[in-house]
């Protein structure tokens, strides 16, 4: 057994002596700025929602969410990015006699990239709107969020990641609720 490792070991080392493309490779300095993250995207979203309602009326929910983002990063020196990013998600959380009808968010995200990865952290403002089941009055309220994340760049245009973010109301449209809401999502986009 420990002729075969020591075997292979003297190969893998003689084969990464002995090839210009391998010892290249090897010695060719990290550039961390090989990917540029600036300009326009849009894309999709598909996640987790949980809600945690406290005050005049409690109630812990979770459920999925899907939805839709654009945005815009500049690129400041050689890997720091700003920009804004507004988001529209659909929950289907419900908690008799009420239901999730939207969350809204515009964020200002910035970050680093490490080539083809993105690191991001956010903060904004988000509204949500929920309805009574079979009608009734809807309660709408603007509160604030912060989040981070992380994306990949699959090609040139096709971007991939991750993100997470919590979502504030105080006294939730003058109803005497405090809602925390917190979304995980894997997100899609595409470049421009």
Same mark, same amino acid.
């Given at each position: 057994?420990?002729?075969?490792? !020591?075997?292979?070991?003297?190969?893998? !080392? $003689?084969?990464?002596?002995?090839?210009?493309?391998?010892?290249?490779?090897?010695?060719?300095?990290?550039?961390?700025?090989?990917?540029?993250?600036?300009?326009?995207?849009?894309?999709?979203? &598909?996640?987790?929602?949980? !809600?945690?309602?406290?005050?005049?009326?409690? $109630? #812990?929910?979770?459920?999925?969410?899907?939805? %839709?983002? @654009?945005?815009? %990063?500049?690129?400041?020196?050689?890997?720091?990015? *700003?920009?804004? #990013?507004?988001? @529209? #998600?659909?929950?289907?959380?419900?908690?008799?006699?009420? #239901?999730?009808?939207? %969350? &809204?968010?515009?964020?200002?995200? /910035? /970050?680093?990239? !490490?080539?083809?990865?993105?690191?991001?952290?956010? *903060?904004?403002?988000?509204?949500?709107?929920?309805?009574?089941?079979?009608? /009734?009055?809807?309660?709408?309220?603007?509160?604030?969020?912060? /989040? @981070?994340?992380?994306?990949?760049?699959?090609?040139?245009?096709?971007?991939?990641?991750?993100?997470?973010?919590?979502?504030?109301?105080?006294?939730?449209?003058?109803?005497?609720?405090? *809602?925390?809401?917190? *979304?995980?999502?894997?997100?899609?986009? &595409?470049?421009?």
């Amino acid at each position: 057994m420990v002729r075969h490792v !020591l075997g292979a070991a003297a190969f893998v !080392l $003689a084969l990464g002596t002995t090839s210009p493309l391998l010892a290249a490779d090897a010695t060719a300095p990290f550039d961390p700025t090989g990917f540029g993250w600036d300009g326009a995207y849009v894309g999709v979203q &598909l996640g987790y929602d949980w !809600l945690d309602a406290d005050g005049t009326y409690s $109630a #812990e929910v979770d459920d999925g969410v899907a939805g %839709l983002h @654009a945005g815009y %990063l500049f690129r400041f020196g050689d890997n720091v990015y *700003v920009g804004p #990013e507004v988001s @529209a #998600e659909y929950s289907g959380m419900k908690h008799p006699p009420y #239901e999730t009808d939207h %969350l &809204l968010s515009a964020r200002l995200r /910035g /970050g680093m990239s !490490l080539d083809r990865f993105l690191f991001t952290g956010s *903060v904004g403002v988000s509204q949500a709107r929920f309805s009574r089941s079979g009608g /009734g009055p809807r309660y709408a309220d603007t509160g604030w969020l912060v /989040g @981070a994340g992380v994306d990949y760049a699959i090609t040139d245009r096709v971007t991939a990641g991750i993100d997470y973010s919590h979502h504030s109301f105080s006294d939730f449209d003058g109803t005497g609720v405090d *809602v925390d809401m917190n *979304v995980l999502r894997a997100r899609l986009g &595409l470049k421009f």
